[in-house]
């Protein structure tokens, strides 16, 4: 049996980070395919120089554009290189157009997919990442939720995949680098000290490009009495200079981009952070910083429900409350850190134990898919 793996964006190599280095290990065959949706070294090969994973075998350099652009186009560069290789499964994670354009290509061509992160929901329809996920999810042969709630949302959706609670691959790669992360010189650089500072991250495209949502949250982040630290998203970039927007008098400090280590790092020693990511809401979890999403809604609820994640959109008024809330009950929120949904940091593991034992022998056998 060969495998392979399908990414192309940061968020992506680090979920599958972690199955490489566990894939590799047992001597599992994996071909790794990148499509080339991010491309910049700061979003791409950075991770995979700082994971030590091996380059992905392709690369289908599809770059930026539209959805049907970016989902269109690594289907049809994508088909030769599965009819070329015929893998017996295919893993995709995550909720990118690369992950969606991965399994939707897969699966036309009768080969089994596997969803790394399945059954994540937010409910709002209106986001391109919960519209690419539900439609990987009813599409997987196998899915892997990453915690009960994900195996519940899966269920209660009749999904004809076969599911298994393995646990957040992204916390295994937490745990796995917490001693590297440690050694980070990055504060230092930055001229920062412990809890002194909020860290922010934004590049959503409804909150980015909506100048009245931007200016919105700008406007609240703006009144936190703290230096926020931006590592700047190339979306955000232009999005900035499109409307005119000069963060250059405010609290908020602009950076490039950062790797994984130095961004947990900060994330750890920061006092709150602001966020429209998904997977940064979940490592805020482990790093017990607490969270302000800016976000209508959120996928990872059970970090809301544990009281260090509050859910405020762009609302200027919401946005600069909530800091204030980290300020007056700071201690309180650090005591709320407990337990873990994510897991016990051998999520990949267990999916590449569950792989292994997989009978996927004909993998054009469409029946076989289901
Ligand atoms: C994508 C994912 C999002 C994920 C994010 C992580 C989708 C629909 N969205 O959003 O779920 O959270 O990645 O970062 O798949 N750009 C560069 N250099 C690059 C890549 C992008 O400059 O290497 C710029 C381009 O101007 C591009 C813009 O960023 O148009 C947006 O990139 P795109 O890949 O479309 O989406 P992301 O915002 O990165």
Redesign the pocket.
Known sequence: MSFAIIF????QIIKSAPIIQEALKSGLELEIIHTG????YQ??QIFIDEFSLPNPSVNLEV???S?AY?TGEIMLRLEKYLLRDKPSLVLVP??????LAGALTCVKLGIPVAHIEAGARCYDMSM??EI?RRLIDHCSKILFAPTLNCKRNLEKESVLGEIYLAGDTMYDVFLKFEDEVDRSDILKKLGLSDKEYGLLTL???ENVDDPVRLRSILKGIGEAKMKVVFPI???T??RLKEYSISLEYSNVRIIDPLGYIEMIRLLKHAKLVLTD???LQKEAFWSKTPCITLRDSTEWTETVEAGVNQIVGADAEKIAQAIRAVDEKYDEIKERFKGNPFGDGNAAKKIVEILKKKDLSNPFDRDSAH
């Open positions: 192309g964006t940061r968020p949706q991010h491309y910049d979003l791409s770059g930026s554009g959805h970016q995550g909720d990118t157009n690369s992950a391109a990442e690419n590049h959503r495209a998203h190339p979306r970039v232009n990511s998904g997977g």
